[in-house]
């Protein structure tokens, strides 16, 4: 009797045990599984450029090329006066210094006159020189011999009247000195002749130019 009521208690333990497991599995809503989360795709991304900094340029100005100098050209040879034109020039001179009374002009002329290199040179200064009245005009024109190169056989012909005694001194003595200007012995000869002048300065120019003229052509030998 009593393993009866001991299998009827199990038995019924058993029961409410079942009845208790369904209600509670029945209760239980079931859960929705999840869609599954794919895995994660690793994307290599690649980075997006760096704007470029544009490098610094030298901007340098445009300098317009120098242009090349120009090739020097030799001026043109002056072409010379013809002996005639020189002839005519020396003309036009003698006769402006006839044509103005003005002492500056007059000496201007002289010193343009002994500056044309023509035989006609001289002798227009030797018909100044002996038309010429003015003491300090004469002396400028015998002055002016030593502009003229060569023509000693007309210049010694001038100087020897100009060193006479009839001529002024200051006339004299720069004659004196242009005789040993002339280089040429003949002029020895001409001064000799004043050696014994009674003015004590005329005869030591003298003296002194005979020395020079001396030393001078020992010289060129």
């Keep these: 009797m009593q393993r009866l009521k001991l299998a009827f208690a199990i038995g019924l333990t058993s029961a409410v045990l079942s009845v208790t497991g369904c209600s509670n599995k029945e209760s239980e809503t079931p859960s929705v599984p999840a869609p599954p989360v794919p ?3 690793e994307r290599s991304e690649t980075p997006s450029p760096e704007p470029l900094t544009p490098l610094p340029v030298e901007v340098k100005p445009i300098v317009p090329a120098k242009p090349a100098p120009p090739t020097p050209v030799a001026p043109p040879a002056a072409q010379e006066d013809s ?4 002839a005519a020039q020396v003309k036009q001179l003698e006769a402006d210094y006839y044509n103005t009374a003005d002492f500056q002009k007059r000496v201007g002329i002289i010193y343009n006159l002994s500056s044309v290199e023509s035989p006609a ?4 200064v030797s018909r100044l020189f002996l038309n010429e009245q003015d003491a300090d005009l004469k002396v400028e024109l015998v002055s002016s011999l030593s502009d003229i190169d ?3 056989d007309k210049k010694l012909t001038l100087l020897t009247g100009a060193i006479r005694p009839d001529q002024p001194k200051d006339v004299r003595l720069e004659a004196i000195d ?3 200007d002339t280089e040429d012995k003949r ?3 001409i001064l000799q002749g004043l050696a014994n002048d009674p003015d004590e300065e005329i005869r030591d120019a003298v003296q ?3 020395e020079q003229v001396q030393s001078d052509t020992a010289e060129t030998k």
């Design 39 to 41: 895995p994660k795709t």
């Design 83 to 86: 002996p005639a034109q020189l």
């Design 121 to 124: 040179t001289i002798d227009a």
């Design 150 to 152: 060569g023509e000693n």
């Design 178 to 180: 242009a005789l040993a």
């Design 187 to 189: 002029a020895i000869q």
């Design 208 to 210: 002194d130019a005979i």
